[in-house]
């Protein structure tokens, strides 16, 4: 349905504008299926991105942001076709193919699952068209040496690097360090690699690891779960949970009358405002990595505006993950600007030169620079805690705006 | 593992056990009155659950009064699908086995496609009410209130589905099912029956997704995550058997519970399935079934 609605429209678009010679990108994200939501938003932080490169408005403090489309290319606009995988990297698979091939868009961008992004990076790279990642966060994604894949956001390795060493920190701060978590994570790629990664660096980091659940996605029930946690009694109970589950563990956890001393998410369904809103104070005081931090706005003068923006479309603040769709597409119109060319070649040749500071977009990041596996080693995470009802940046220092409520060790 | 925690463990599985038998319930109902197979059943738990949500949000009233309301209202859809679509795949001369499973299987993706147009994708839950998030605590055993709510609803719902089946209605209905041509010529109107019988099925079901709505998410594609446990709930107890789908809703309930807290709990499924291989490989019937 929704895609038939997408189809005339997209062929309304050609037949208003077949003039102007617009750089068309392929957007594949989860339009419908069980996270039907943050794919819709996820179009709505592309549209809005596109906008503002395409449209005439007053000038935005950053990249691309003086509107009126790309200027080396004699203000040609961004024309994104949209794609719904449905969550299910089959579909994500074919409709990749869909759009290198029937529709000719020069560059894919999408996906928020990483399973799918696993299917479409696969695709883009027999056809050779290159690929950006903008919010899949699993590590092996960067680890299969393609090339045509590149990826903004920060993985699960830099993330989760963040939270044992906010952990270190805090232990230092307060005298109250971490010694045991437990681990509960989806069983699909993102808890497989997530909870990986977090068992890894509590070794290292020497902190015991009381309980190891892997629960099955969109669950009737996660009451037994959480009674598992409860039996462990962790410090730290660490989670990689899509919105529903997160609301559900939550929940669940309050049905037994169990409040661990703290809750490191590996963002996804914990930094969403539908999570916030559903379990209400539940979720007063969890924590979460982000990359995004809303209330930096001393040292990224841009995101007032762009929040603006994004909020007019979509009735909402941005957040981790929409902020990071917005600006994948910015890293990737800027790629095809300096590269004065719609061949994919020499975006791609375009993408790995790519070197744009932190300041020039809405990220709390250093900047975006690619390795040769096509990931962005600029991109530092932050911490993000929910207090009053609002997320708030408490760690690094020079970009919160909260200190941090610990009640690890009391 | 402390007695508080096991009491804690077989509580979690029989309250989830009852939601599970209520939303079999319904599917039970229609398949042993006319065989048919309703694969739109979870989105008949979803409409529920907007309908309550809704109309709570709407009107402030308390959710718990709201069941009778969702009840009668997916009476009223459950006649409409059946005089619409259920009577005319019933009409066809070929293949009517294959045409009823498309007509609901489709009705089930128009219906949460309908959904997300409508609501949108969002996950909405029912933030205050007069049960919401309270437990009650005894000896270290913690007591959701909105899901000894549900049960206790579910086990007056079913109270009230077998009185049903002793009525004169409930014997017609067990007639038609028995013999679709010998009530004809008794002056029973079948294709009155099937409709009131498709309306009993979706209320149940509508009681279920009011109970639901509050405790858990409410989104377009929520049936999907209770729609596979009711199939396999109406055949482990047995087709067309209320009781039956009493006994199998707790015991999954139950078999999932105790899965997830001795093995992996991604595994709790395979549980519930490796019961149900286990009862059809000696039961194929089910546990209470007659047909």
């Known amino acids: 349905m929704t895609r038939l609605v997408l189809a005339a429209l997209a062929l309304l678009l050609c037949g208003a504008r077949a003039e102007a010679a617009d750089v068309v990108i392929g957007a594949i994200f989860g339009l419908s299926g069980n996270a039907a939501q943050s794919g819709q938003d996820a179009k709505m932080a592309m549209e809005t991105e596109a906008a503002i490169i395409n449209d005439a408005h007053a000038p935005i403090p950053m990249l691309l942001g003086q509107g009126g489309g790309l200027p080396h290319m004699g203000g040609a606009k961004i024309r994104l076709i949209f794609a719904d995988h449905e969550a299910d990297p089959q579909k994500a698979r074919a409709e990749a193919e869909r759009l290198i091939t029937q529709d000719h868009v020069v560059a894919l961008i999408g996906s928020y699952q990483s399973a799918t992004a696993a299917t479409i990076s696969q695709v883009a790279e027999r056809y050779q068209i290159p690929f950006l990642s903008v919010d899949n966060s699993s590590p092996s994604l960067s680890a299969r040496g393609l090339t045509w894949f590149f990826r903004t956001s920060p993985h699960d390795v830099m993330f989760t690097q963040a939270m044992f060493d906010f952990f270190k920190d805090i232990g230092a701060q307060t005298g109250r360090p971490v010694k045991s978590v437990a681990l509960i994570y989806e069983d699909s790629i993102f808890g497989a690699d997530s909870s990986g990664v977090q068992r890894k660096m509590a070794a290292a980091a020497g902190i015991k690891v009381l309980a190891d659940l892997r629960y099955r996605a969109n669950s009737p029930s996660l009451a037994a779960e959480v009674a598992r946690l409860k039996a462990a009694g962790a410090d730290v109970v660490m989670p990689s949970s899509y919105t529903n589950d997160a609301i559900l563990m939550l929940r669940a956890m309050h049905d037994i009358g169990y409040q661990p001393p703290a809750i490191m998410a590996q963002d996804a369904g914990f930094i969403d405002q539908t999570f916030v809103n559903a379990v209400g104070p539940l979720a007063e005081g969890a924590m979460s990595r982000s990359s995004f931090a809303l209330d930096a706005v001393a040292s990224r003068p841009a995101i007032p505006q762009v929040n603006a923006l994004f909020r007019a479309r979509a009735g909402k603040d941005l957040n981790d993950m929409t902020s990071r769709e917005l600006v994948g597409l910015q890293v990737l119109a800027d790629a095809i600007d300096r590269a004065g060319s719609t061949k994919p070649e020499d975006i791609r040749t375009a993408l790995r030169a790519t070197n744009i500071p932190g300041a020039q977009t809405i990220m709390p990041w250093r900047g975006i620079r690619f390795d040769q596996n096509g990931q962005n080693t600029e991109a530092n995470p932050v911490i993000e805690q929910i207090q009053g009802g609002h997320y708030r940046t408490i760690w690094p220092a020079d970009v919160a705006s909260a200190k941090p409520v610990w009640h690890v060790g009391e | ?291």
């Open chain 2, 1 to 291: 593992m402390s007695l508080a925690a096991v009491v804690q463990m077989l509580l979690s599985g029989l309250l989830m056990g009852l939601i599970y038998a209520l939303v079999a319930a319904g599917l039970s109902l229609i398949f042993g009155l006319m065989d048919v197979v309703n694969f739109a059943h979870g989105e008949l738990l979803m409409l529920a659950m907007y309908a309550t949500f809704f109309l709570w949000r709407g009107t402030g009233i308390e959710p718990l009064l709201l069941v009778p309301v969702v009840a009668i209202l997916l009476f009223g859809v459950g006649m409409v699908i059946y005089r619409t679509l259920i009577a005319r795949a019933l009409g066809v001369r070929a293949n009517r086995g294959m045409v009823q499973i498309f007509i609901t299987f489709g009705l089930a993706i128009f219906l949460q496609g309908a959904a997300q147009f409508a609501f949108g994708g969002d996950f909405r839950s029912i933030g205050h009410s007069l049960l919401a998030n309270r437990t009650v605590a005894f000896a270290g055993v913690y007591l959701p209130l909105p899901q000894a709510a549900a049960g206790v609803v579910c086990l007056l719902a079913f109270a009230a589905l077998l009185l049903i089946a002793r009525t004169e209605f409930g014997r017609a209905l067990e007639a038609t099912r028995e013999d679709r041509e010998a009530v004809a010529l008794l002056g029973i109107d079948r294709d009155r029956i099937f409709a009131l019988g498709w309306g009993l099925g979706a209320a149940s079901v509508g009681v279920a997704g009011a109970m639901l709505a509050g405790f858990y998410y409410t989104s377009p594609d929520v049936g999907a995550n209770f729609a596979l446990i009711a199939y396999v709930t109406v055949a482990l107890g047995g087709f067309g058997s209320l009781a039956g789908a009493l006994l199998a809703g707790v015991l999954i309930g139950e078999v999932e519970a105790v899965t997830a807290q001795l093995f992996d709990p991604s595994l709790k499924q395979v549980g519930v399935l490796g019961v149900y291989l286990l009862v059809l490989l000696v039961r194929p019937r089910g546990l209470f079934g007659t047909l």
